[in-house]
Structures are given as C-alpha cells and as structure tokens.
C-alpha cells in the first residue's frame, strides 16, 4: 500500500487477492439465502453481537462463547461512527476479531473521516455452569492506534424463564480497563498509567505493559430474549467516548444505552438501539458457522458391490488365465476409465497382475478424498476379474503420487452394509507411501497432452486506503494451463481492465526499504492490458517421501525469476520440512519486460498438523526487500475446506523503517463453493486481509507450492473424512 501525504493518516491498510470480492459475495449471498430458513432457530444457544461484532450487550461484551468455528460479521452505526468486524470462533474457548472503523466529522488533526483498523482477543476462562456464571478475559484493540485500546473480566449468567416472564434473561457484570474505563472508575487494582490516545500513532505492536493498568470501572446490563425472534438489551456502559466527544463527533449525555433485536433468520440479526442519551443506531448480525452448510451436500449415490460368485460353486469364475494375455491390461484399462469417469476421477495408470491390481487416478471432483477413494475401489471391484482380491489405490495431483490405500476386495463386499462399515472397513485398510512410478503398468492414452482455459469477467478490490477505503478494478481476464506431460504445466493469465478507481490516487510510497509491495498502486495503473502471470513449471517426486518442484518466468504481477522447492513429507507423518530457494527480478509497471532491482530469496519451512483440524507453519529465510527473518501461520481447516487462519511475520527490519503496522500480519480466509452449492467441487474463494501491507516481510507468490498439494492425499486427509468413504 502505497503511504501517505498530507494529513499524515497512520492508519491505512489493504486486502490483496483476486477473488477478496468474490468471498465477499458469497458470504452475503449466503446470508440472504438464509432468510428462507427462518423456521429454524438455534438462538438461545448462540450469543447476540454489540456494536463491537463479538458477544456482547449494545457496545458492552459479555462473556459468552460463539458456537465453536463460527464465523461472525457485525456492520453497526451509531453517533458517525460505523465498524465492520468480522469474528472467529478459533475454539471453543478463543476467538479473534479484526476491525475497520471510519468515523465522520473527525475535525482534529485535518481528519474528514479518521479510519482505523484493530484486533480483538478473548477467552473463556469458565463456561457457564447451573451455579456459577460463564467468566471471560478480553483484550480489544491490542495491537492497534489504540482508539478503541481496552482490557475486561466480564461474568454472564443465564436465568430462563416461566409464567408471566417468558423467555431467558442474561445478566452479565464486568470491570474494563482503558477505554472501559474511562466514565465511573473505581480505581487501579493494578495500579500503573496508561497513555492517552494518539491518532497519529503507527500502531501495530501490542501494548502488553498497558494491559489491565491504569483506573478499572464497573460495566453491566441485561438481555431479555423474549422468544425466538425478539429481544430486548439495556446497559450501562463505562466508555466515556473522550475522543469523540472532545472532536465534536458525538454528544454524549448518559451512561444508558437501550436497544431491541429481530432475529430475521438463522442468521441475520437486525437491532435498533438507542445511546448514550443522545444517538439512535443499529446493528447488523450474520453468524456463519462452516459446519452448517448454506444448502446440505449432494452426492450423487451409486450402486451397491455386486458381490463376486461363489468360489466353490463357479470356480471357472475365479480363474487366473485371463491375467496371461498381454491384452488384459489394455483392456481392463479401457473398460475402467468410463466407469471412473462416471464418478468424476481419472484414470492415470493401471498395473495388473493375476490376484492384485494398482490404480493410479486423479480425482476432479471431490473434496473429500475418501470419497474418491471410495468410488474407485468399487468402480475397480464392478470390473476386475475375481480373481483380484487386492486393490491399491493411489491418488494422483499434477503428476505427484501422494499416498496408497490398499483394500482388500473381500472387506468391501462384506462390510457395505455393516452398521459401522467406515470404521470397520478402516480397521482393515492401510494406507502407506506411493512409489514415484509405477512399473509394468499402462497409461491412459487420452489424459496428455491436457490442457484448461476460462475467460470471464474478474473483480479485484483494495481495500483500506485513507483516502478511499474501497478502490477496485474490473475487466476481463483469460487464463490457459496447459500440461503436455505428468508434472509439466505451462499456466499464466491474462488480464484486460475495462474500469478502475486507482487513477485517481495520488498516493507515492515513503518506504526506505527496497519498494517490493508499495508501489502497487503503479503497478495498477500501469497498464489497461497485462500479462499477470507466465511460468513453465515441473514437478516431481525423486524419491517415496519426497517432492520437488522448479518453476521459471513471470511467477506474479510483480516478479519473475526462477523458484526451486524440496518439500520431505511421509505420508504419515504430522510433519513436513521444505527449502524453496528463488532468484526474481521486478517486473515493469506495464507487465512487460523488468526493473534492475533483483534479489536472491528463500525460506526453509517447517509444518505441523496439531488434530482437530489445526495446522501450524513456520517460514524462516530472507524476504523480497532482503530482509531476514520468519513467518508463522496457525490455521484452522475444517472437514468441508473451509479455512481460516492467522500469520505474522517479523524481520531484522525496524519498526521504524517497516512504518506504519510495525510489522506484516493478516488474516487467511477460503470458502469451499460447494458449502453454498450443495454439489461436489474442489474450487474454493479466498482472500488474505492485511491491514497494511508495507515492504518489510514481503514473500514472493509463487504459484504451486508443494505442501498443499501433497497433503491432500496423505493419510490425516483421507481418514479425517473417512465416514464418508461409502458415499
């Protein structure tokens, strides 16, 4: 993100992905679809949204618990001040929220409207109990400005009611420090001072020396939810609003604010509210939770094993002569491949012998791998002869082997109908390395040369800049991939813009370092037509547990160059190492041709799966800028593809010299189409939203990175989802 002129706005940042508007979209199709659902209605288990966008009263929390994965949006507006928050629900005990607040008539400082952004932390201490209260910890805006900086131990209880009084009412009491504290304190119980509120602040490193020092104030209120869909809130906050009220924003007259809610559908709250004596506001609640699809999944179901004849009665059947002819294999081949291609998998190479038979298939359609491997194994048990009671199943990714799953046909016949077939039928199966290539085996004669292209219309957004918060481009892109061989593609994009909001900025960058990220508002504008992306790539797995990948030409808008990657990962093994090395240089504004900076960059990275879904990552090497330092990313990934995670980088660059943010840091976000659709597919929306991106810990994009590709056939991924292998 290109940084600022006059006035000096500290608080600026942006979101850089293709698809971030796409995310977007969907999310609140998804929400208006929803309307539909309104006969069903989980609200007492789940808390009501303040003006905050986490659990809460008006603008008060509470210490309440989102459902575990959600994923909530909160829009509110009161007194000029509207905050968009997006909240989730990382465990069932944490979550983390990310703010974007603009607020009008800011009159000091030669703010129009002050735009910050910010992160929330909270966690359960205590769940609710019948006699005791649930207890939570929170720490909001802790690594911001610090506008909205405050700490809080906040209890709620839950009373239901009865007779006259129907519904439940939640009392909740807290004490905040802070901005929470800042209208009726009682005193320091930690003692200690805090520093006032500076707008022209950098921000971006926790305040930890400020947290829960200074003067405390008590907070609390009520919420009465009258029945399913209405619900009522009252409280008494402990925000003085000083800076907003010092710069004529508000006018703030009471510590009382008042509030009713509608639950439109299962999920879109709506409310209406009045504060602090003086404003009328409203609050706009989604809660998205991955584990409750928007429209359920659909499988199309095939037909039953047929079980093979009786040994004993039709030994003929059972005969091996068949495995004699050098034919048998073409023609088992070519009997497979439609049968396979019913099911959306490819036949990539089969071997054959009298009693065993190894398949090697690509799979183009589910997400899940065990459902894949479910079909082929009973596409292979339809036409092998039956005399082949081994099967060997390996799926196949841009022509990696990842992992065999060796099931035994007589377990499939036996097990289909058993009433704990996934698990029983997983007892018996194994799942263990794939060799890189398979030998006295045929290959489909119809996969290579393969190739895909798509034009259509795309959208890229830029979010956060002081001047405008939402810019965009639109136009049309064309994207190729082409792959002559297993492992061999030859991809890029291009791109042709038709309408823009950059041209108009007149943002230039004042980084001292290297300007690898924030000259892109030149590279927007840098040309209507461009060559987004053009790279060979290759491929390969030189031994059982390991993987390697070489790609050449432009590898992203902004560099291009040549990457090397090694990726170790057994496929039982929670742990994977990799070194990626890579020499770029910038491209021009215009896409064609090249700058003179060019640096040498890589990283040695390390991965780990924890359970339950949590994935962890460490980047350690040197970055565009030449920086050194490392990454770390922990994200959560649910069995349906959706994910969700968080990374920051930190590097031998200052925070002075990295500028405003301190340092690189962000939030990953991919949403599986088919959680909206309701039909198998592997494609995906994602976005990664920064709230600055600067110079500092900037890492080159390459497209194809190996882990990724890897582990979705490895043996966590295909047993995570093994419930579904008979679908």
């Known amino acids: 993100m290109q940084q600022v002129s006059k006035p000096t706005r500290i608080v600026t940042g942006e979101v850089r992905k293709t698809r971030v508007i796409g995310t977007v979209f969907a999310v609140v199709c998804a929400a208006q679809a929803s309307a539909q659902d309104a006969d069903i209605f989980d609200v007492p288990d789940r808390p ?11 603008d008060m929390p509470t210490a309440e618990s989102l459902p ?5 949006i909160g829009v509110s507006n009161f007194g000029g001040t509207t905050r968009t928050t997006l909240t989730f629900q990382a465990t069932p005990r944490l979550s983390a929220s990310f703010r974007y607040v603009g607020i009008q008539d800011w009159n000091a400082n030669g703010f129009d409207t002050y735009r910050d952004r910010s992160f929330d932390l909270r966690y359960q201490v205590l769940k609710e109990r019948r006699t005791l209260p649930a207890v939570t910890v929170g720490l909001q805006d802790f690594a911001g400005t610090g506008i909205y900086a405050g700490e809080y131990v906040v209890a709620t209880k839950t009373f239901e009611g009865g007779g006259r009084l129907p519904g439940r009412v939640k009392a909740t009491a807290g004490l905040g420090w802070g901005r929470l504290a800042s209208s009726g304190a009682i005193g320091t119980p930690f003692g200690g001072t805090r520093p006032a509120f500076d707008p022209a602040g ?10 829960f020092r200074g003067p405390a104030a008590p907070f609390g209120g009520v919420e009465w939810q009258i029945n399913d869909r209405w619900g009522v809130k009252a409280e008494y906050s402990s925000d003085a609003y000083d800076a907003e009220t010092g710069n004529g924003v508000l006018v703030r007259k009471s510590r009382l604010n008042f509030g009713t809610e509608y639950q439109l559908s299962n999920r879109i709250r709506l409310g209406a ?7 009328f506001g409203v609050n706009v609640q989604v809660q998205l939770n991955p584990n409750a699809p928007l429209t359920p999944l659909s499988v199309r179901p095939t037909g039953p094993i047929e079980p093979r004849p009786d040994r004993a009665v039709s030994p003929e059947a059972w005969s091996t002569d068949w495995s004699e002819s050098a034919q048998a294999p073409l023609t088992l081949r070519d009997q497979l491949t439609p049968v396979l291609a019913a099911s959306g998998l490819k036949l990539e190479a089969l071997q054959v012998s009298a009693n065993r038979a190894e398949l090697r298939f690509r799979n183009t359609r589910y997400r899940a791998t065990s459902v894949a491997v479910g079909r082929a194994a009973r596409a292979m048990a339809q036409v092998m002869p039956a005399s082949v009671e081994t099967f060997r199943l390996v799926t196949m990714h841009n022509g990696l082997a990842q992992s065999a799953v060796t099931i035994r046909r007589s377990d499939l016949e036996a097990l289909e109908f058993d009433s704990q077939a996934a698990d029983a039928l997983l007892a018996v199966t194994g799942i263990g390395e794939a060799a890189p290539m398979l030998g006295n085996a045929v290959y489909s004669d119809t996969l290579y040369p393969d190739y895909a292209w798509t034009i259509g219309p795309y959208l890229e957004p830029n979010y956060f800049d002081p001047d405008e918060p939402v810019r965009f481009e639109g136009g049309i892109k064309f994207e190729l991939n082409y792959s002559p061989a297993p492992g061999w593609e030859l991809g890029g994009r291009l791109k042709h813009r038709l309408v823009d909001t950059f041209s108009d900025s007149t943002r230039t960058s004042n980084s001292v370092l ?3 990220r924030t000259d892109s508002i030149l590279y927007a504008r840098g040309s209507d037509t461009v060559l987004d992306t ?18 050449a030409g432009y590898l992203e808008r902004m560099f291009g160059g040549v990457s090397g990657e090694v990726l170790w990962k057994p496929v039982g093994s929670r742990l994977a190492l990799g070194v990626e090395g890579n020499y770029v240089q910038q491209r021009d504004f215009s896409g064609l041709g090249f700058q003179d900076y060019s640096v040498a960059t890589g990283h040695a990275s390390a991965y780990y799966e924890f359970g339950r879904g949590y994935l962890g990552q460490v980047d350690v090497g040197r970055y565009l800028a ?6 770390v990313t922990l994200t959560r990934e649910f069995k349906n593809g959706w994910r969700v995670g968080g990374f920051f980088t930190l590097t031998d660059v200052s925070s002075a010299d990295f500028g405003e943010g301190s340092f690189d840091k962000g939030i990953n976000l991919t949403v599986p189409l088919d959680w ?11 976005t990664t939203i920064r709230p600055i991106q600067r110079d500092g810990g900037a890492r080159l994009d390459v497209p194809g990175r190996l882990y990724e590709q890897v582990r979705q056939g490895h043996r966590n991924a295909v047993t995570d989802n093994w419930d579904r292998v008979w679908e």
Do not use: C, H, M
């Open 626 to 631: 030449g920086d050194l330092g490392a990454t």
């Open 48 to 58: 009501t949204l303040n003006f905050y966008g986490s659990p809460g009263l008006v």
């Open 514 to 516: 290297p300007r690898v």
């Open 273 to 279: 509210y009045y504060l602090y004596g003086s404003e």
């Open 534 to 551: 053009l790279y060979v790539s290759r491929q390969w797995k030189p031994g059982n547990d390991i993987y390697a990948r070489v790609t």
């Open 68 to 72: 575990d994965g959600t994923f909530a």
């Open 676 to 686: 909206f659709l309701g039909t198998p597919g592997k494609r995906t929306l994602s």
């Open 202 to 211: 950098t921000g971006g490193s926790p305040s930890v020396d400020q947290w």
